[in-house]
């Protein structure tokens, strides 16, 4: 036993050296391990290629066949995404923003049918309303607005806002300001606009001065105050470019500010925030729904106003053929990438049998 003490003072503890030994074994065959899975990877990649490059043909016919498949289901996804998984970007608590739906009676179909479209009377009935605490806006989209002058105007998407449309949604702007209050009103035209990243980006090369230029949309010029973030570009799947104050709507058409306010043009969409405290969003649908029913215009005293929220295909009341037709597009797509992958897998097979 003395002895023994002496040896392993003089040579060190025998385990622990063995043990270090052993650590040490193992790194190096981790090591070996790495460096022939990556020259494997090496090997394989080297003849893949020049597999490939001895049958230019073949690889790209597999390439575009794969390209197909996988794109069109890419881009049915950032479709899907937009209508089931998320809000519209840069909207603050967008779980409490929501659309005003009108579930009403179908006299030709003889079912419920929702609405989403309202005139300024309905709107403005409902805005009055709503309790303290519940914040209202509406706007109108018109997809194909004439931009520019001349010939150098392309078509563009404007909407036409009412009351407090960036505060509800919770918008702050990247440059400048966003409308007030008295900008809203139908009795006063209000030569401004908010124009979106992208035009400002795109058209104004992110110039610093960009409040005060301006901006023309049909044969009217507006003054740019401000610029929306860059990841807000509205609320529906068309991208904005330009926000103006409806009031400005027949200004080009040779319309008076005050038609906006006429029953006949029903072409609002209703919004409006709604605190997260218990029973606020069911008072809410029952002061919207005793609002249009009281409201003379309305159809069917028995319908009933619903709040969908922003996410488009959410609630089927919104949207909801585009959320259909979207769906079966990607059944569809789905359907084209098998067929890719079992054209590829032919290929594949056809190879082996020519040689």
Do not use: K
């Not at 190096?28 to 597999?51: K, N, P, T």
């Not at 479709?79 to 179908?106: I, K, N, S, T, Y």
């Not at 006063?188 to 979106?196: D, E, R």
């Amino acid at each position: 036993d003395m002895a023994r003490a002496q040896a392993v003072t003089e040579f060190g503890d025998v385990d622990a050296v063995r043990s270090s030994l052993r650590e040490i074994d193992g790194r190096i065959a981790q090591h070996r391990q790495r460096a022939e899975w990556w020259e494997s990877i090496a090997q394989d990649l080297g003849y893949v290629l020049r597999s490939l490059r001895r049958s230019p043909l073949f690889t790209a016919t597999v390439v575009v066949t794969l390209a197909l498949g996988i794109g069109a289901n890419a881009a049915l996804f950032s479709v899907l995404d937009r209508f089931f998984l998320h809000a519209p970007g840069g909207v603050r608590e967008a779980d409490q923003v929501r659309r005003v739906v009108w579930r009403h009676w179908d006299r030709r179909s003889g079912s419920r049918a929702d609405a989403t479209n309202y005139n300024y009377p309905e709107y403005r009935a409902l805005a009055e309303a709503m309790p303290r605490g519940i914040e209202t806006a509406a706007y109108f989209t018109d997809p194909t607005a004439p931009l520019g002058e001349g010939g150098h105007a392309s078509g563009a998407v404007v909407t036409y806002v009412i009351d407090d449309y960036f505060d509800v949604l919770g918008v702050r702007p990247a440059v400048g300001r966003l409308f007030r209050g008295d900008e809203h009103s139908t009795r006063i035209l209000s030569p401004v606009a908010v124009i979106s990243y992208s035009l400002w980006r795109d058209r104004f090369g992110l110039s610093p001065h960009i409040v005060g230029d301006t901006v023309t949309v049909g044969s009217h010029r507006y003054a740019i105050i401000g610029v929306a973030p860059e990841e807000f570009r509205g609320i529906d799947l068309d991208p904005v470019d330009v926000w103006v104050p409806r009031n400005t709507l027949g200004s080009w058409q040779d319309w008076s500010p005050t038609r906006v306010e006429t029953p006949m043009m029903v072409n609002l969409h209703i919004l409006v925030r709604v605190p997260s405290s218990p029973g606020a969003a069911a008072h809410a649908e029952a002061t919207a729904t005793a609002s249009f029913r009281g409201d003379v215009t309305a159809m069917d005293t028995t319908a009933q106003a619903r709040l969908a929220p922003l996410r488009n295909a959410v609630d089927a009341g919104f949207q909801g053929a585009e959320a259909r037709m979207s769906t079966r597009l990607t059944g569809v797509a789905l359907f084209i990438l098998l067929i890719a992958c079992a054209n590829v897998a032919n290929l594949l097979l056809v190879r082996p049998m020519q040689r």
